[in-house]
């Protein structure tokens, strides 16, 4: 996988994810800060002439480093707390296709404390470069499983005192009226046709944000985003 986002390569190199070289135009600085990561981590440095950069990476800006796919984590390595007093919070993403949104969802959890993201296998967006700019390089410290049966795991996850959220724009209740003050996971479905039924179905609750009446429904990202926001009022209850 190519990452050519300055920011994006040094959180990986920050969080020691795998990156087997480097590659430079030969016309490109590369900027102190990242050049020092690099060399502590002791990545190969390729220098290639500028014309045959813009062959290669059209796309890239001068730099750009070669990694592997993001590593997936186990359902259990995501059920810890933000805070030894607070609650635990956490994204199940159900068949979202587009990686600019799973992206900046992932940036939400960053931001708002959540534990990790637990996603479907099928139909979900592939994690590569546009879900990694989306986030903002947040997607490399973030825990991330991916699950076949996500019934299953909410059914599993219920027995460890986590509340369920589906999200519908259309009916439920107002996210105002949600009890937060619990340990809470928060579904959200395709851009689409939202959660599957046969998810909605082991949620607790459904919730929706109310809007202006006449406008069809907000964005599956920017939803999260107010979602997540409302629930980390309670993270450090």
């Known amino acids: 996988m190519l990452i050519s986002k300055i920011r994006d390569i040094e959180e990986l190199l920050i969080h020691k994810k795998n990156i087997s070289k480097i590659i430079v135009s030969r016309d490109k600085k590369i900027p102190e800060p990242l050049y020092k990561l690099i060399r502590v981590s002791k990545i190969p440095i390729y220098k290639i002439p500028d014309e045959v950069f813009k062959v290669k990476f059209s796309r890239e800006s001068g730099i750009v480093a070669i990694t592997g796919e993001i590593e997936f984590v186990d359902v259990k390595d995501i059920l810890t707390k933000s805070d030894k007093k607070g609650f635990l919070r956490i994204l199940l993403i159900d068949e979202i296709e587009d990686p600019?949104?799973?992206?900046?969802?992932?940036?939400?959890?960053?931001?708002?404390?959540?534990?990790?993201?637990?996603?479907?296998?099928?139909?979900?967006?592939?994690?590569?470069?546009?879900?990694?700019?989306?986030?903002?390089?947040?997607?490399?410290?973030?825990?991330?499983?991916?699950v076949n049966n996500l019934s299953d795991v909410i059914e599993k996850l219920k027995k460890e005192d986590i509340w369920f959220i589906g999200t519908d724009s259309h009916s439920g209740l107002p996210l105002w009226e949600i009890d937060f003050k619990r340990n809470i996971g928060i579904v959200m479905g395709n851009e689409e046709r939202g959660i599957r039924k046969k998810i909605v179905e082991h949620c607790d609750y459904v919730a929706r944000i109310p809007i202006t009446e006449g406008e069809d429904s907000l964005n599956v990202s920017v939803a999260f985003g107010i979602i997540a926001y409302e629930s980390s009022k309670y993270i450090f209850s």
């Open 100 to 146: 600019q949104n799973v992206g900046a969802m992932v940036r939400s959890c960053a931001c708002f404390g959540f534990s990790g993201i637990i996603m479907t296998s099928r139909r979900t967006s592939f994690i590569g470069e546009g879900a990694i700019k989306a986030s903002a390089g947040t997607i490399f410290r973030q825990k991330i499983a991916r």
